[in-house]
């Protein structure tokens, strides 16, 4: 397999933040100081430079059905951008708590005696979630959590299951599943610690959190299936499953733990190691490959293979610590992101 730089571009701060649109031709990266640029993927030529949030920038997120991109702040604002014009198109403004955490659900609302969908964005900004239309209308706002809303994972849409659109928020002491349609908690899942991360399994069967307490927590909502595994060397903020949700790749060392998560689940399993030599610090799986991006501490960047018997097919010393890693949607591209502000684009063939 060929893996080379395709491009590279500079943000003003640290890259904070970076997402492809849905059709690929466009990347978006936001700068800690609050500045998003989206480039062209082809190219790397800057398309439009947004003004973004002026005290800061947190997060990004596309709208699965259009041009639209969903910008989250230190200010308390969500901003909504026309992606093509590179103009604002709304913006609201959800407390003084910073925007942290935007998540896109797809749902079907009944009309005219059948099924029209709808396109919600989903935003928790200290104790608070919002359920926004993308004209920055409040569709609904839910009741405050008992502590900050530290993630949240949007179940995938396409799945049918007990446990359907759905969308899931963590805070220190529980995981919530909120119905995405009727904004009504589905289940409660207890967890007696702080939650850093959270993700669904794209067959949705798995719901995952990484913990303050070294250790990665499961749920299976559809079986009432609880799994529990600890003893990592940090606490657990990286969290990636594989196309087919076969594999959870998890951070909180100096290895990448990969689980084998088919059947009854990784309890018990031993996890494949792929070793590196500081903290791994961002992972993340293709769309629908199976190649799984690593990045540590100390720059290291890798490209592995589960599945091979000898995993690890390359390797790229970065300048700087990687940030983020996000795959183009048909994989073809792997956007890095680095603590030093620079965007690098790789190309794999």
């Known amino acids: 397999m060929n893996f080379s730089k395709h491009w590279a571009a500079t943000l003003d701060d640290y ?28 190219s790397g030529a800057v398309r439009h430079a947004l003004t973004g949030h ?12 259009r041009a639209l991109l969903a910008t989250g702040g230190q200010d308390g604002f969500v901003r909504f951008w026309d992606a093509t014009a590179g103009k604002q198109t709304a913006e609201v403004k959800l407390g003084t708590a910073w925007v942290e955490h935007l998540a896109w659900q797809t749902i079907q609302r009944t009309e005219d005696g059948g099924q029209k969908p709808e396109v ?7 104790k608070k979630l919002t359920a926004l239309r993308p004209d920055g209308s409040i569709a609904h706002q839910f009741p405050d959590a008992p502590k900050t809303i530290s993630a949240l994972a949007s179940a995938p ?3 049918l299951r007990p446990l359907s659109s759905v969308i899931a928020a963590a805070c220190f002491g529980h995981v919530v ?9 589905q289940k409660e899942f207890p967890y007696g610690n702080a939650i850093y991360a959270l993700t669904w399994s794209p067959d949705g069967r798995w719901l995952v959190a990484g913990c303050h307490d070294n250790a990665v927590h499961l749920w299976v909502p559809a079986e009432d299936l609880e799994l529990h595994m600890s003893g990592y060397e940090t606490r657990l903020k990286e969290l990636s499953f594989s196309h087919d949700s076969k594999w959870l790749a998890t951070g909180g060392g100096r290895d990448a733990c990969v689980w084998d998560c088919t059947d009854a689940g990784p309890e018990g399993r031993e996890p494949l190691l792929l070793p590196h030599n500081a903290r791994v610090c961002a992972l993340a799986f293709q769309h629908s490959h199976g190649l799984l991006a690593a990045g540590a501490t100390n720059g290291e960047f890798t490209l592995w293979s589960p ?4 995993p690890l097919i390359a390797e790229v010393k970065m300048p700087s610590t990687p940030t983020k ?6 994989d073809s591209l792997l956007a890095v992101g ?4 620079q965007v690098f684009v790789f190309k794999t063939a």
């Open 307 to 310: 599945s091979r018997k000898n």
């Open 15 to 42: 890259a904070i933040d970076l997402a492809w649109s849905p059709d690929g031709t466009t990347l978006a990266a936001a700068a800690q100081s609050g500045g998003v640029m989206l480039y062209d993927a082809a």
């Open 157 to 159: 849409s396409s799945v």
């Open 338 to 341: 680095t603590e030093k502000g």
């Open 120 to 126: 919600l964005l989903f935003a928790a900004a200290g």
């Open 177 to 185: 599943a909120w119905d995405a349609t009727t904004f009504t908690a």
């Open 325 to 330: 890693f996000v795959w183009r949607p048909d």
């Open 54 to 65: 002026e005290n800061g920038a947190n997060c990004l997120a596309w709208s699965p059905d």
